[in-house]
Nanobody, 116 residues
Framework: QVQLVESGGGLVQPGGSLRLSCAASGFTFNTYVMRWYRQAPGKERALVAA???????TYADSVKGRFTISRDNAKNTVFLQMDNLKPEDTAVYYCKAYHWDGTNHWGQGTQVTVSS
């Protein structure tokens, strides 16, 4: 059974940090590109960061220099380190596993709220 379980969300003040985790099971993790998306209220889901099978990360312009994506293939887990958080980062964050054959798996999401 395929599962992606996000954790690490919560309430943080502007300028603070959070580290999201996404634990995967039920598929061959190291053959999938892993992506983090977010969806703010009233907005469409948007790509935040991605990491390919060789560990190279790419980022949306809005988070470049503040967020870092990484993966641990031994633990089947992808991480999103979020620093210098801003109120506009408030959203539900989702991880997604993407395979070159078109297979996609989504997690259930974790809420991140940045507020004083």
């Amino acid at each position: 059974q395929v599962q992606l379980v996000e954790s690490g969300g919560g309430l943080v003040q502007p300028g603070g940090s959070l580290r999201l985790s996404c634990a995967a099971s039920g598929f061959t993790f190291n053959t999938y590109v892993m992506r983090w998306y977010r969806q703010a209220p009233g907005k469409e889901r948007a790509l935040v960061a991605a990491i390919d099978t060789s560990g190279i990360g790419t980022y949306a312009d809005s988070v470049k220099g503040r967020f870092t994506i990484s993966r641990d293939n031994a633990k089947n887990t992808v991480f999103l380190q979020m620093d210098n958080l801003k109120p506009e980062d408030t959203a539900v964050y989702y991880c997604k596993a993407y395979h070159w054959d078109g297979t996609n798996h989504w997690g259930q999401g974790t809420q991140v709220t940045v507020s004083s």
